[in-house]
């Protein structure tokens, strides 16, 4: 089938359609950059940022040997987080495999450490139940069959030839299919690197100077396992047969990174991507972090806006935890152990994220998520309830004064010195349905 034939007629399956569900409810994930880029501490973009071409940079799977790394403890780091979902990168842009691959020699099996990293998270992350997604780079710096010449970056890295998209593509779908078959149910595929071949974000036409027969690709996806959520961090507008919308570094609508010039989706689930520190992958300059009271807030403003966050960490390349991380992943755990009300099943506020804080909505509650109020009365507008039944505090009950006078929810400034993150929950009844 052409794309445009299959793409159309794209209908989610009802099993497809329940993990969207799942997913848009699960609110929060952890993000694992972690490989042979890892080792020189630079960052994952580290072969095209120093011009490593692809021979050279072939010799780190002669020092991939994480000793320290044990997966028990890293998927219980997630699950101690509130996390509900694990996104692991399975090969990233420099090519190297972290599982027990037959379509590349660049893999994991040939390092020292030899143990299939993608088998062992699949069954650990069944073992304390949690989901696995599976980040896979569309864009390849080490494989001459990848059409490196239409795309922009990679094109020091020595390889000759012109590339061979039939030829790739194939090793992709062969990749693909051992992730989805080897492994048990997987959560979904996050798909990286299409911006490769596109125009710089913000310019009017972004088609790709390459067709990457995506049909083919979420079809065999689906096909194989039909609840498979599938992202593409390709900036756009969601393309036909994917089930869900990612922001890089972003929030809906903000658009902070230069990359997020797409419009939130109305119908699919929407998750962002944000790091804890600056980079994604293990990078010895990368010493700022950002503190638990700032992730908090980020996650419950994209909360308020009706999204998922991904939330990343780079851990060294022997296999250790950034005591840094692993502090700001129990911070966010010990908040959602008594806030988790306020973010899980939740949808985007009535209102957006104000200066003051957010909302997030489930059911007939409002949770007002206070960051600062700067000792001034909140004044939610165009309240949509006739009647607030009861006010109080999320994390232990105190009953909280909130007045509603025409159309406008008051919560008074002095009626507590709220600390950051504080969530005062409102019942309400009496639907307004429209002004
Ligand atoms: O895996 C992480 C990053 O390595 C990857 N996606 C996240 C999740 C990523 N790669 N690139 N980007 C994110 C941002 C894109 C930067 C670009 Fe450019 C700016 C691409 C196009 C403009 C720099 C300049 C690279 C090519 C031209």
Redesign the pocket.
Known sequence: ATQSTFSQDYTPSAVNMEARKWFADARFGL?I?WGAFSIPGS???VM?DRKITAQNYAQLQRFFNPTAFDVTEWVALAKRAGMKYITL?TR??DGFSLWDTKYSDFNVMNSPYDKDIVKMFADECQKQNIKLFL?Y?L?DWSRDDYPHETG??GQHSGRTGKGDYASYLQFMKGQLTELLTNYGQIGGI?F??H??Q?A??GESDRSSRLDWKYDEIYSLIHDLQPQCLIGN?H?LTPLPGEDFQMF??DLPGENE???SFQNASDHLPIEA?QTISES??FNLNDTTYKTAQQLIQYLTKSAALGSNLLL?IGPRPNGEIQPEFKERLAALGSWLQINGESIYGTSAGYLPPQPWGCLTQKDNKIYVHLFNNNGKDILLDMFPYKKITKAYSLKDGTAVTVTLRDGTAIIPANSNQYEPSHVIVLETSDLILYR
Do not use: A, I, K, Q
Request: charged share 20%; aromatic share 18%; glycine share 12%.
């Open positions: 993000f950059h960052g994952e973009w095209n990168v990233h842009h980040y780079s864009l922009r970056t996050w990286d690197g911006w490769d596109t710089p974000e961090n900036h890089e570094r990174s230069g990359l991507c994604w992958g990343n």
